[in-house]
């Protein structure tokens, strides 16, 4: 495998289930992200990880739960999710510098996962 | 907050022809990265071209270009000879000098027309 693989690639679930999204890269990168996407709106920004350690929350609801166990993989899990919830997940990886340096690295983006909350 | 505003949600030129497609974004920032992404239809994105806020010369990347107009917080993507594989939502996105957070625009959907 290479570049960002997310799994799975489709998912349909009910407003009770217990699901979870994964991405793994295999860039060797040390930042990974997760990302909405929905249509006609900007992606928007949900979780950042560097070096493992969780950077950005984007005002995410609780029901949408991240887990980066090392630098390579990253999850997403989800629960008691809303139909509005329904949407492109997009993971990404980028290699950064320390906070606070430029950093004008692109980043790499995986197939997404189609989620569809019946 | 940083916003970037793609006011054309679709474009469509004739094969073999040049298009240009519109980003201007708002930042009180003066170090930054500008960047075009392409998501071709039920694929991954892919970054087409990226531009340092500090270079004044415009970047080219082989049938891809940009118009930076620092002052006019202005972005826009020329692509010549366009082929039928440019087909794609478009994105437009800016970050900060020292942040990885990336913000994007609502995107282009272009239609090469044969």
């Keep these: ?118 | 907050a940083q916003t970037v505003t793609q006011s054309q949600p679709e474009m469509s030129v004739q094969e073999a022809e040049t298009v240009t497609l519109s980003c201007t974004y708002d930042t009180s920032e003066s170090d930054y990265y500008l960047f075009w992404y392409k998501q071709p239809p039920s694929r991954q994105m892919i970054l087409v071209i990226r531009q340092e806020a500090y270079k004044q010369q415009n970047a080219t990347e082989n049938r891809f270009s940009v118009n930076f107009q620092k002052a006019a917080k202005s972005f826009s993507l020329k692509i010549s000879d366009s082929q039928l594989g440019d087909a794609a939502m478009y994105f437009c996105a800016y970050k900060d000098f020292g942040n990885e957070k990336l913000t994007f625009g609502t995107g282009t959907r272009l239609t090469i027309i044969p």
């Design chain 1, 1 to 118: 495998e290479t570049g960002v693989t997310q799994t799975p690639r489709h998912l349909v679930m009910g407003m009770t289930n217990k699901k979870s999204l994964k991405c793994e890269q295999h860039l060797g990168h040390n930042a990974m992200y997760w990302y909405k996407q929905s249509a006609k709106k900007p992606l928007e920004l949900m979780f950042v990880y560097n070096f493992k350690e969780q950077t950005e929350n984007n005002s995410v609801p609780s029901r949408f739960s991240p887990e980066c166990p090392n630098s390579s993989h990253l999850f997403l899990h989800l629960h008691t999710l809303q139909p509005e919830d329904s949407a492109l997940y997009l993971c990404a990886s980028s290699q950064e510098g320390l906070a606070g340096l430029s950093s004008y690295n692109e980043q790499f983006f995986g197939p997404g996962t189609r989620l569809t909350v019946l």
